[in-house]
């Protein structure tokens, strides 16, 4: 079984300051992890995935998220948040293997950006 | 254009009336699934299908169901839709490798059961 938990319904920045978003996992497994972005009335877009190689992952529009498995984290990061970057952001977790087409989505954070 | 395409993007019907939302794939992917999502609750997995004739339940299957008789598409057929199916939907393909791109997204389909 297989579980995502992000920390943080809403989080609110300042343009310029960094962007956190936390995303815990549960996985009887090495799961494979995955940071999405939906802007409004669209539909997701990948912004970049763990599979096992470099622990630290470096995705689109400036954000990277490092897996640690000692702390069953995968939290996702950008340096400098800008007014683009505000958006609904979304972790998901899959075991791989022949459940690698069941993906399990965390119940999502809204990324406020105050200028 | 590499896409997920999902029709119809807004769908209004009343309970009871079966109804089925298209999603069709150009990608050549194996896997495929349906999501719904809700305010605060994220998406939530109603069916996945791993190749043509291959299905299986997701988180949320009660009310639905799903075929793959071709491997661009997977229809979600609601045979009797109640209000609290009014969600919104999303179709989605993957390859079936790993390390490949990851689940593509459809635009979405917004349903209102009244």
């Known amino acids: 079984a297989q579980s995502v938990t992000q920390l943080g319904s809403h989080v609110s920045v300042s343009e310029g300051a960094l962007v956190l978003l936390r995303c815990n996992y549960s996985s009887s497994v090495p799961p494979y992890l995955f940071w999405y972005v939906q802007y409004p009335n669209q539909g997701l877009q990948l912004l970049l995935k763990?599979?096992?190689?470099?622990?630290l992952v470096k995705g689109i529009n400036g954000f990277e998220a490092e897996f640690k498995k000692s702390e069953t984290s995968f939290h996702l990061t950008k340096p400098s948040a800008h007014m683009s970057d505000a958006a609904e952001y979304f972790c998901?977790?899959?075991?791989?293997?022949?459940?690698?087409?069941?993906?399990?989505f965390g119940q999502g954070t809204i990324l406020t950006v105050h200028p | 254009e590499a896409q997920v395409t999902q029709n119809p993007r807004y769908l209004i019907t009343v309970t009871g009336k079966k109804l089925t939302v298209t999603c069709s794939q150009n990608?050549?992917?194996?896997?495929m699934s349906w999501y719904r999502q809700d305010p605060g609750l994220g998406l939530r997995q109603i069916y996945y299908s791993m190749n043509v004739e291959v299905t299986d339940k997701g988180d949320v299957p009660e009310g639905y169901k799903v075929s793959r008789k071709e491997k661009r598409n997977f229809p979600l057929i609601l045979e009797s839709p109640s209000p609290n199916q009014t969600s919104l939907y999303f179709c989605a393909s993957s390859p079936r490798q790993a390390a490949g791109p990851g689940y593509t997204f459809g635009s979405g389909t917004r349903l209102t059961v009244v």
């Open positions: 998901a977790v899959s075991l791989g293997g022949t459940s690698y087409g069941k993906l399990t």
């Open positions: 763990y599979t096992s190689a470099a622990t």
């Open positions: 990608m050549n992917h194996e896997y």
